[in-house]
């Protein structure tokens, strides 16, 4: 798609896409949607509750949602609930962390792989 960006987000930023989708008519090629927040999960610090509820409509473009099993800021379950509400791809990658520098991570290529495969 000519002119389309494409979107790469990262915790809350996914959430952020996602409330931005619902009223844009901006063409987007696609989003990579990396280890969202869980909006819902107990102990969610105040200053993230003006997000919530996250949205769960179906984007108008395609997505993929890349989740850990043990993220501390979402689990697996609610990886699958986002995806499936917003008509995502998802990819559990195992045991990674919230996917971000304080897990390990410098340059992302496997990200970059990731997102080549979407496109």
Not at 18 to 24: D, Q, S
Not at 33 to 53: H, I, T
Request: hydrophobic share 50%.
């Amino acid at each position: 798609m000519r002119g389309a960006a494409c979107l790469v987000a990262h915790s809350l930023g996914c959430i952020a896409v996602a409330h931005w989708a619902a009223t844009t008519r901006h063409p987007i090629q696609a989003a990579l949607l990396v280890a969202p927040c869980d909006l819902e999960r107990p102990g969610l610090p105040g200053a993230l509750w003006d997000f919530a509820p996250a949205p769960l409509e179906e984007l108008a473009f395609p997505s993929l949602l890349v989740a850990s099993t043990n993220d501390p800021y979402l689990d697996v379950e609610r990886a699958q609930h986002l995806a499936y509400g917003w008509g995502s791809w998802l990819r559990v990658l195992g045991a990674r962390g919230h996917i971000n520098a304080a897990s390990g991570y410098g340059p992302w290529f496997e990200g970059e792989a990731l997102l080549a495969e979407l496109l």
